[in-house]
């Protein structure tokens, strides 16, 4: 199965809210990456994660790795309509070049 | 620059034809993926190759043979393609440092009937 899990599947915001997708690896990550999937279009990168207890900021979008290297969460404030999409998380094994998907979190904002 | 380019963009199949999805990217990267995508599954890995003349099995590999011929391309072929191969598929490329970002192609919405 997919090494890298991904909660909520879907979030359903009010546009102007906040939410927070999250990552969780089983295993220790030698890097994180989370990618956007607007409707109909494919993955495009975001932001890649190295460091433990790394956060970065874009704008709105706060991204963050966990201290153990085993989750990231995607931290959206004031959603907007431009927001609509699937954000997915891709995680490395250490040991391991091959880039692994979360099942994703599909985000849909009521005006 | 055309980044990650694949072909075709649509097919639907009949159960037991074969056909092959090609995948071309024009940015020098080694590591080339292919994935499927289906609803509330994400992208799963099918293959994967590091470099030219390498490929290794992903999650999914079962029904899908590949080929990584030279460094730009890298295909994926359907033998006896079945239903449960209905997908949507993705081809993608990154420099292969381990460290670097993914680029995707358009996908291709397969059909299989």
């Known amino acids: 199965g997919q090494q890298v899990m991904q909660i909520p599947q879907y979030q359903h915001v009010q546009e102007g809210e906040d939410f927070t997708t999250y990552c969780n690896s089983s295993?220790?990550?030698?890097?994180i990456q989370w990618y956007k999937q607007r409707p109909g279009g494919h993955p495009v990168f975001l932001i890649q994660?190295?460091?433990?207890?790394e956060v970065k900021k874009q704008k709105r979008l706060t991204f963050q790795f966990g201290e153990a290297k085993k989750n990231s969460s995607l931290h959206i404030t004031a959603t907007q309509t431009t927001d609509v999409g699937t954000y997915f998380c891709a995680g490395r094994k250490s040991n391991d070049y091959k880039l692994s998907f979360g099942a994703g979190t599909t985000v849909t904002v009521r005006a | 620059n055309a980044g990650v380019t694949q072909t075709p963009k649509f097919q639907v199949l009949k159960t037991g034809q074969s056909m092959t999805l090609q995948c071309a990217q024009d940015m020098n990267h080694n590591s080339m993926y292919w994935y499927r995508q289906d609803p509330g599954m994400g992208l799963r890995l099918i293959y994967y190759s590091a470099s030219e003349g390498t490929t290794d099995k992903g999650e999914v590999p079962n029904g899908y043979n590949v080929s990584r011929l030279n460094k730009r391309e890298f295909s994926l072929r359907l033998e006896s393609a079945a239903p449960s191969q209905t997908s949507v598929y993705f081809c993608?490329?990154?420099?292969?440092?381990?460290?670097?970002?993914?680029?995707f192609g358009q996908g291709t919405r397969l059909t299989v009937v």
């Open positions: 295993t220790t990550l030698s890097n």
């Open positions: 993608a490329s990154e420099g292969g440092a381990g460290n670097t970002e993914a680029f």
């Open positions: 994660l190295v460091k433990s207890g």
